[in-house]
C-alpha cells in the first residue's frame, strides 16, 4: 500500500527548504462522487450519459461493473441500454457538481496544507497539496502521506497519491506510476538526475500533453519521457510544439507551476463563554448584544452583511439550543441583530441553563454600497425601512407567513397562485400574464369550499337561491355557468360549475356545483 | 341662558378639538383619489390623508368594501409603495386584486396566526414608510390598540384601510374617516347581461365635521377604474 523510492530511507527528512508536492488522483470521479452519496448504486452497472459532440447522448463514464459487462465510455446510450437492460444505472453526468464536490473536498483538506488547489486535463480530478515546510508537522512526509489517504478512505474514495519536487512529476507519479497503485507513493529523489530517472519509465502521457502532441510522437516512435529526455534540447524546441518543452520542463522542475489554492469560506463568528451555567435573561441578553456588537464589527470590516444568523446555545447537561434569523437584505446593523434575535428568543423556552453562546453568521453577501447624496432619495431609505421591516416581520411571524403571491398556469381558482416567503425572494416580479377581468374572481376564496344547500327550478338548473348560516338568500342576477375542469388524466382534477350570483341583499358570492357529485359549495365572496 | 352657553361651549371644544386633530395631518396636502369623483367631494382634502386610518364598513358580507378599498389602496401605491393585506384567516385571494389592476411586485400578504399578533403586525407596517397601504379584514379592536395604530400610521404616512362588519359602527373608533359601504337596494340602470356593480358609500360623521354624504358607485367588468354614477345627497 505503501511504496517509496529506492533512494530513500525510511525516516528520511526532507530539507525544508526543498519544494513538495502532494498530487492525490482520484480515478473515475464523477463515479465515485455518484456512489459516494448513493453507495447503493456500487451493487449495480452504473453509467454517466453526456451529450455527444455531434447531437445525441453517449456514455462519459463507466463503473467497473459497467465495463465488466461490455459497456465502454463513448458508445451510445441506446445501445448500452440494450446491452444491459433495466440492470444498468444511467444518470446524467454533472460536470458542474464534480467540480462543485471536489471544491468542498479541498477545502476539507486544509487541516494537512494551507494550499490545496485543483487541477485536471478534460475534468477536474485531481487534488494538488503544497506540502512544503510543513510535513514535519505530522511527523515526517510519509506519515502526512499516510493520514490524507486515511481521509480519503474515510470519505469511501479510492485514491492514488504521490509526492514529488513539481507538480508535473507529482502528477506524473499518480496517474501513471505504477507503484503508486492503490496507494500513496512518496518520491525521494535529492537531485535532478534522480527525478529525470524516476520521470524516464514513465509513458508521455504522463507528461500531460495534448492528444496531438502525443500522436505525433507515437508516430516519431517515442513512447516514454526518457526517449524524450535523452533528445538534445534545442531539437526539441525546433521540431516539436512548444508544449512539450514546457511539460518537460515543468515535470522537471525547471519551469515553475503555481497552485491555484481553493480558500475556505470566510467564517464571521462570536462566541461567548459564561462563568457558571445561567438561564438569567438578563446575562443572555447582554452576552449577545455582545456577541451582535462583534460579529457587526467583523462584517464591517470586510464590507459585508448578514444574511443569515444562526444562534446557538450550548446547554448543561449536554444539549444545544439553535435559533436562526434571516434577512431580506444583507445586513451589517449589531442593533439590528439583537432586536430580531430577541425577538425569536421571546417566543422560545430555554431547555436548560446556558454555558456557552455561539452567534454566526451562515450566509453573507457584500453589503450594498449606499453613497449619500446631497439631496437624498427618500425611496432608498424607505426601501431599507420595508427591508428592516419585512426582518421583523419573519422573525416573529415565521418565514411562510410574511409572502408574496405568484401567478400560476393553473386554472382550478386555489391553484392558481403559490406564495413565495418574501424574506428568501429578491425581486417581486412574476412572470406569468393574468387573464381574468375584475369581477370574474372573488377577492376572498375560502381555503375549502363550504357544502351549500342551493334551490333550483330543475336538477342541474341554475341556481335561485341558497341557504345559508340559517339565513335564506334570493339570487337576483347570475353570471354563468363558468366550467372550469383540470387535470382530467389525475385523481385530483376537478370539473365544476361556476356562478357568480348576486342576491336581493346586493351582496356578490361565488358558487359552483361540482358535476360528479352533483353538489353546491359556496367558494368564495365579493367582498 | 344657560343651556345656550353650555351649548355654546361644547360647540367650542369640540371646534378645538376638531382643530387639534386636523393638524395631526397635513391639510395643504390633497389626499390620494378614491378614483370617484363623488367620494372625493365627500373626503377633507379632496381624498384620502397619507397617515390616516379608514374604516370601511361593510353593511354585509360581500357588499364589496374590500373590494373598495382595494382599489383605494391601488391608488396609493401608484407612487411606487408597497400594499400589504394582513390576512389572519387565510382568505385573501390574490389573483382578484390583479383583475383590479394591483400589481403583484407591489403586494405582500402576511398571516399572522393570532390576534396579538395580527395587531402587532400591523403597527409595524403602518409605520413603515415605504408602505403605501394596509388591508385587514377585522372586526373588534382594542381602545389602547386602536389609538396605536393610528400614530403608527402617522408616523409612516401610510394608508389604515380596516374591513368591518356594519356592527361595529357603534363601537369607539380611531379612525379618521368612516364610511358604510352596502349595495344599491335597485339599479335602474341595470341591464340583463352586463357585470356591472353598484355599490353605495355613506361617510359617517366622526370628529372632523367633514360633510356627511351618500355616493353610489359602478364598478364595471370593462375597466379595472371605476365609473361614478351619481352623488345622491348631502
Redesign the interface.
Known sequence: MFAASHNETPQSIVSPKEKRILCVWIPNWPIQRITKSQPDLKKHPLALYEHGPRGGLRIGFTSFLARKNGIQAGIPVADATARLGSRLRIIKHDPIADKKELIQLAIQCHEFSPHVGLIGMEHCDTLLFDITGSSHLFGGEEKLVQQVWQQFRSWQLFTRMATAKSVGAAWAFAHCDARSKPGPFVCQQNTPIDLANELGTLPLNSLRLTAKTLQTLSELGLETVGQILTLPRNSLVSRFPSELLQRVDQALGKLEEPIVALNPPQEFVAEWDFFYPTQRQDAIFIAIAELSDRLAKQLHQENRGALEITCKMTCEPKSTFLETVKFYRPVCNAQHFLELIELKLEQARLPASIVNITLKATRHSLATPRQKELFADRTNDYAEEFSLLVNQLTSRLGEKAVVCPLLCANSQPELAFREEPLISRRSLKSSFAYRFSALQRPTILFPRPLPLEVTAVFPDGPPQGFVRAGKNYRITRKFGPERIETGWWGKKGIRRDYYCVETSCGAWYWIFRSISSRKWFLHGEFA | MQANNSHDVIAKLSEQIARIEANTLDSQDAGISSGYRQLDALLPNGGFMPGSLIDWL??????????LA?LVAREACRQ???CVVVDQR????????????LP??????????NDS?EI??LT??L?????AAVLC?RNHYEPFAFRRLQLAAETGQTLGCL?RSKEMECQPSWANVRLLV????EDPN?REGT?D???KVRTLDLHMHHKVGIAEIK??????TVRNVRRIAQ
Do not use: M
Request: one cysteine or more; proline letters at 5%.
Open positions: 361593510e353593511a354585509d358580507r360581500g357588499n364589496g368594501a374590500f373590494t382595494l411606487g409603495g408597497i387565510n382568505r385573501f385571494y390574490p389573483p382578484a386584486a390583479v383583475g383590479w389592476g403583484l411586485n407591489q403586494l405582500v400578504v402576511v398571516r399572522p396566526k399578533d402587532w403586525a409595524q407596517i409605520r413603515c414608510r415605504h408602505v379584514y374591513i352596502s349595495a344599491c337596494s341595470a357585470r356593480r353598484c355599490l364598478l364595471s367588468n370593462a375597466h379595472t
